[in-house]
């Protein structure tokens, strides 16, 4: 039997989805459209993270290739799946419930090669929630901190990333929203290129409802920055805490000594040493982070050599 030869598949648009049967079969249909204006070979990979309704059918009358979980797992787990199974150099995540526009994926694809990853960050006219605008310029802030690089939308889930960069990293990839953040002070810290293309995001389709709720995943998205934050650059949290400490140790012994005219204290000389010892722990951390990361680019040239 001869196989008939098709053209490489060069791009992979990875679609996370969770009871999306309403809307998924139109942007598949849009996606298709799109890139086959960039004549180049393309695969749509839905990842049906355990829907109850027909999202897996429809996505496949539109023409994707389907993977199932058998139960819901998480938004950042299908993602996962996505960029283990896609065979193509460039990979596009994009949400299935009509609010990244396919006619967007041109723009950040033809960034990629100057950039690694990306990321196509919420403009002023994307019709989003109060809340979560406040909440985005809160993370964005603490991740401009941490990585030392201007964060425009840290949880944007629409962008372009090379495959082997994006595979670098998935074992840090938490499986539920928090992904992005993960994925993006990842690239920043271990050095590779982020890029930002404004963007317009839409309202969802339909009777698709967010899956993410505030007050919970918000949470989780500062315990998945400062995570990262310590795992590659430590001192960025042990250095202001410990002068924190130190700051808090001095004053109230100045306190007790001037106002109460009595010694210092043991509180004092407590806080202190706490200092001076989230100070040397910060130290050890840097350490062994630098190690990890070197070890990390060291197993990863092997691997693109073989």
Not at 98 to 110: E, F, R, S, T
Not at 157 to 175: C, E, M, T
Request: glycine share 8%; hydrophobic share 40%; charged share 20%.
């Amino acid at each position: 039997m001869v196989e008939r030869k098709t053209k490489a598949t060069q791009i992979s648009v990875i679609i996370p989805t969770f009871n999306e049967g309403e809307a998924i079969g139109n942007v598949i249909e849009q996606i298709h459209s799109v890139v086959n204006g960039l004549d180049q070979g393309h695969e749509i990979i839905v990842i049906d993270d355990g829907s109850t309704d027909n999202t897996a059918k429809n996505a496949l009358a539109a023409g994707a290739r389907v993977i199932q979980h058998p139960y819901n797992i998480g938004n950042g787990a299908a993602v996962k799946t996505g960029i283990r199974h896609a065979r193509g150099e460039i990979l596009v995540t994009m949400d299935g419930d009509g609010q990244h526009d396919p006619n967007d994926i041109p723009k950040l694809v033809n960034q990629i090669g100057a950039y690694d990853m990306i990321v196509g960050s919420r403009n002023d006219e994307s019709d989003t929630a109060v809340h979560r605008d406040v909440a985005n310029i809160v993370f964005n802030s603490l991740a401009t901190y941490i990585s030392g690089r201007k964060i425009e939308d840290l949880t944007s889930g629409f962008r372009a990333i090379k495959a082997h960069v994006a595979r670098q990293f998935i074992y840090l990839l938490p499986n539920k929203f928090s992904y992005p953040t993960t994925i993006t002070l990842s690239v920043v810290r271990a050095g590779y290129s982020l890029g930002y293309q404004p963007i317009k995001f839409a309202r969802r389709s339909g009777k698709s409802k967010s899956k993410i709720k505030p007050l919970h995943d918000g949470l989780r998205f500062l315990m998945i920055i400062l995570k990262i934050a310590v795992f590659y650059s430590p001192l960025k949290i042990f250095i202001p805490l410990s002068i924190f400490i130190f700051l808090l140790g001095v004053g109230y012994g100045l306190f007790r000594i001037f106002i109460f005219q009595a010694p210092y204290g043991q509180t004092s000389a407590l806080l202190i040493s706490t200092a001076v010892l989230t100070f040397l722990v910060g130290l050890v951390s840097e350490q062994i982070a630098q190690l990890r990361f070197d070890r990390s680019e060291s197993d990863s040239a092997i691997n693109e050599d073989e």
